[in-house]
């Protein structure tokens, strides 16, 4: 088939089904889709509030709990342990489907009739303030992460220890306030780096040793700045800048920043990857509009799957770790195969369409909270046979009489769900880290919004107060509140994070938590691809601030080279193709 242009039914551009795309669909058998990559993505990420747990209580047992799902979203809330248990059945609540009613509309009514647990957790340990998360051990604030120990204040942490402030990052350890880090030790306030020990302000640079403030170095040590030391003149440089105080430190900082800005930039933010194209994509093949990915094979239009492997998937944001074969979902992993509209399934389920929360099962439609089923509709048990007809008509109904919502957007079989049935309000997901709306914006385009209730603590001590160098620093300071240099509330130092400091000679903090985690993350770019020329112009870059050190192969005349990329037009970096890059950076 060729390709062909549609135009969105959500933001109304056009955009291009490949023919390659039309293959997937038919193999899977759905529908072309009716939204554009982009608000694809968009509406799925609507269903993922990564970070922000509030009080509940569980509809159980009455008692206080931590959970993802706001008071007021109408979910029924159990506690983690006790949505695990085997003293509940999900098939209790099953429903007749009427064919009267559109289908979706009656599975959001089931959606909030039956338990969800709280925090989306499995395997923890001593890990109780943390959530969508598996198998963490002494960690503390950890969002989206795996596989990980004595961590705090993170989100995508995987396979690491003994790592605070940290973002997307993996097989990593000692490290602190650094994002997209893989096998790395003892790296600070660092991007983009792989196997790098002992560095500070340092980015995309691969097996470096005790450098601070590099950039695009390979294999080097002792290095300031991209210039070579010796191991005495390094030590007695390093000890002059005075990393251990706050302002020795954010003079480094800034200056970090600057020099990063004098270097190019490969276009497309990865290594080790065959026929790729995306942002932040690590050890993948034949993998296309990828954005955050881990070890995927033959994707396309897949977001924050940093847990290896994916294959085969389409259009699927968050999670992974053995999926194959998936279309149109959200946070499903450990397992996974066929699965269609689906949102929280994993681990160990197959051939599941429209369905929520789903452990251990197979050929389920519509479905939430279900273990170890097969052949439910709405929660209803059937026979093999009574569910393959029943989810034909369900099909058929769901073409000719979609849901609608209150925007006027139709949902039909091979749409995933509707905004407006999602438990979370747009502010509580991570859409706005890569669509940000005010309340209004928000509103006007059909998502709900809700305010956050911010707890107020007594702040007994300014951030401007506190002890310069984390030398002077004592434990009187676990005591405190302080109040953020930058929002003006209150947060705390944990003994975890103290003495973590303490050994690693870093200063205390002078903003929260959450003002880091959106410092760490403005330097990450979005999940939005641009089509850029190369700016390479033969023996520097088009802005004439970097000057190349190589000859490259299309001599003195501009690289004619185009791509796409997560570079918007208006940042300042410096983007090069890869054969230009390559030249420049060995």
């Known amino acids: 088939m060729n390709k062909e242009t549609k135009t969105c039914q959500n933001c109304k551009t056009d955009f291009t089904i490949e023919p390659e795309d039309f293959s997937f669909y038919e193999k899977i058998k759905v529908p072309p889709p009716t939204w554009c990559p982009e608000c694809r993505f968009q ?28 008071p007021d979203s109408g979910m029924t809330i159990y506690d983690q342990e006790e949505w695990w248990k085997d003293d509940w059945d999900a098939t209790t609540y099953g429903k007749e489907y009427n064919p009267s009613k559109p289908f979706l509309a009656q599975f959001g009514k089931l959606m909030r009739e039956v338990p969800y647990y709280s925090r989306v957790v499995m395997s923890m340990e001593n890990s109780d303030y943390c959530g969508n998360a598996n198998a963490l051990k002494n960690c503390y604030l950890l969002f989206n992460s795996n596989h990980s120990e004595d961590c705090s204040y993170g989100n995508a942490v995987d396979d690491s220890k003994s790592c605070i402030d940290n973002s997307h990052i993996a097989k990593t350890e000692n490290s602190y306030s650094s994002f997209w880090l893989t096998g790395c030790h003892g790296t600070r306030f660092s991007a983009e780096c792989e196997e790098c020990v002992s560095t500070w302000f340092s980015k995309n640079c691969r097996g470096c040793t005790n450098c601070v403030g590099c950039v695009n170095l390979r294999n080097k040590q002792y290095c300031i700045f991209n210039e070579q030391y010796t191991k005495e003149e390094y030590e007695k440089k390093v000890t002059e800048m005075k990393l251990d105080t706050w302002s020795g430190m954010k003079i480094v900082e800034e200056k970090a920043k600057k020099f990063w800005l ?19 994509i690590n050890n993948s093949k034949n993998v296309k509009y990828g954005y955050l990915v881990r070890g995927g094979e033959d994707c396309k239009h897949i977001q924050y799957m940093e847990v290896p492997t994916n294959k085969s998937c389409y259009d699927h944001s968050v999670w992974g770790q053995n999926n194959e074969l998936s279309y149109e979902c959200a946070v499903c992993g450990l397992g996974t195969f066929g699965l269609k509209f689906c949102f929280d399934c994993g681990p160990d389920v197959s051939n599941l369409e429209y369905s929520m929360c789903c452990k251990s099962s197979s050929d389920l439609f519509g479905c939430v909270g279900m273990k170890k089923k097969q052949y439910c509709i709405l929660n209803k048990q059937y026979t093999k046979e009574e569910y393959g007809k029943l989810r034909t008509q369900i099909i058929k109904d769901m073409t000719e ?8 957007r139709a949902y039909p079989y091979g749409e995933f769900f509707p905004p407006e049935i999602s438990p979370y309000a747009y502010n509580e997901t991570i859409a706005p880290e890569h669509f940000p709306l005010t309340q209004k914006e928000a509103e006007e385009q059909g998502y709900t919004w809700r305010e956050p209730a911010h ?28 109040r953020c240099e930058k929002c003006k509330r209150a947060y705390r130092i944990i003994k975890h994070e103290f003495d973590f400091l303490k050994s690693q000679g870093i200063p205390l903090p002078r903003t929260c938590v959450e003002c880091r985690h959106q410092e760490r993350i403005s330097i990450r770019l979005k999940a939005h691809f641009y089509k850029r020329p190369c700016q390479c112009t033969g023996s520097n870059s088009d802005n004439k601030i970097y000057t190349n050190t190589a000859t490259h192969t299309h001599g003195t005349e501009p690289c004619p080279t185009e791509f796409e990329t997560s ?13 230009c890059y390559q030249q420049e950076v060995v």
């Open 43 to 70: 509406r799925r990420i609507l269903w993922r509030n990564e970070r922000k747990l509030f009080r509940n209580k569980s509809a159980k047992t009455g008692k206080s709990i931590l959970s993802l799902a706001h």
């Open 262 to 280: 004098f270097s190019p930039n490969k276009y497309d933010k990865g290594s080790k990857n065959v026929d790729s194209v995306g942002t932040y």
């Open 401 to 408: 009489r979609p849901y609608v919502d209150k925007m006027g």
């Open 455 to 482: 707890n107020e603590y007594e702040i007994t001590k300014d951030s401007s107060d506190l002890e310069d160098s984390i030398e002077d620093a004592n434990e009187g300071i676990l005591k405190e509140i302080i």
């Open 567 to 579: 570079y918007a037009p208006d940042r300042p970096e410096i983007v090069y193709c890869e054969a």
